[in-house]
T-cell receptor, first 120, second 108 residues
Framework: EVQLVESGGGLVQPGGSLRLSCAAS????????MSWVRQAPGRGLEWVAN????????YYVDSVEGRFTISRDNAKNSLYLQMNSLRAEDTAVYYCARDLRKEGISFDYWGQGTLATVSS | SYVLTQSPSVSVAPGQTARITCGGNKIGSKSVHWYRQRPGQAPVLVVYDDSDRHSGIPERFSGSNSGNTATLTISRVEAGDEADYYCQVWERSSDPVVFGGGTKLTVL
């Protein structure tokens, strides 16, 4: 059974940092692109970043470029999101998701999410 | 950047058919994916690549895509189908993954 379990959320002041983690199990983690998707309270879904199987390619939504860094450790079956210079508008539940790449790119498994709150 | 437009809400009686649409410029030329999100839960992939059902999704769920509109059709709607539904495409641009704003399905 595919499982994705996020951790690391919490309350942080504007300008601060958080590091989110996602522990993967039930599949060969190193075979898949992985993504982070977020959802602000009461709002829709927003893709944040993704990373290739070996970490050689990484892509970000414009609004986090230069502030967030996605990374992975295939030996630990783990995905990370380092979030720096946080803003109030970064407040959201952050989901770890596995990429499904067929004709297009979708997300076939999601974690339960971890809430990051940016507030003074 | 590419924009996907969904109606905010759709209401349907149990046993009837719900159609949730996703509009976008020439969306028929793209692969469209659909997610269901029940309150307080993570999204679940329902349909990918326009019309392929994800594992465990009942045959009552089907998808189509043509012209400027993609549609998720839910036949014989049940109370458990009540949720927010999001469409999504991948686009070759600076923000490659685009989600629609979501449609709240209410089962009357």
């Amino acid at each position: 059974e595919v499982q994705l379990v996020e951790s690391g959320g919490g309350l942080v002041q504007p300008g601060g940092s958080l590091r989110l983690s996602c522990a993967a199990s039930g599949f060969i983690f190193s075979n898949y692109w992985m993504s982070w998707v977020r959802q602000a309270p009461g709002r829709g879904l927003e893709w944040v970043a993704n990373i290739k199987q070996d970490g050689s390619e990484r892509y970000y939504v414009d609004s986090v470029e230069g502030r967030f860094t996605i990374s992975r450790d295939n030996a630990k079956n783990s995905l990370y999101l380092q979030m720096n210079s946080l803003r109030a508008e970064d407040t959201a539940v952050y989901y770890c998701a596995r990429d499904l790449r067929k004709e297009g790119i979708s997300f076939d498994y999601w974690g339960q999410g971890t809430l990051a709150t940016v507030s003074s | 950047s590419y924009v996907l437009t969904q109606s905010p809400s759709v209401s349907v009686a149990p046993g009837q058919t719900a159609r949730i649409t996703c509009g976008g410029n020439k969306i028929g030329s793209k692969s469209v994916h659909w997610y269901r999100q029940r309150p307080g839960q993570a999204p679940v992939l329902v349909v990918y690549d326009d019309s392929d059902r994800h594992s465990g999704i009942p045959e009552r769920f089907s998808g189509s895509n043509s012209g400027n509109t993609a549609t998720l059709t839910i036949s014989r709607v049940e109370a458990g189908d009540e949720a927010d539904y999001y469409c999504q495409v991948w686009e070759r641009s600076s923000d490659p993954v685009v989600f629609g704003g979501g449609t709240k399905l209410t089962v009357l």
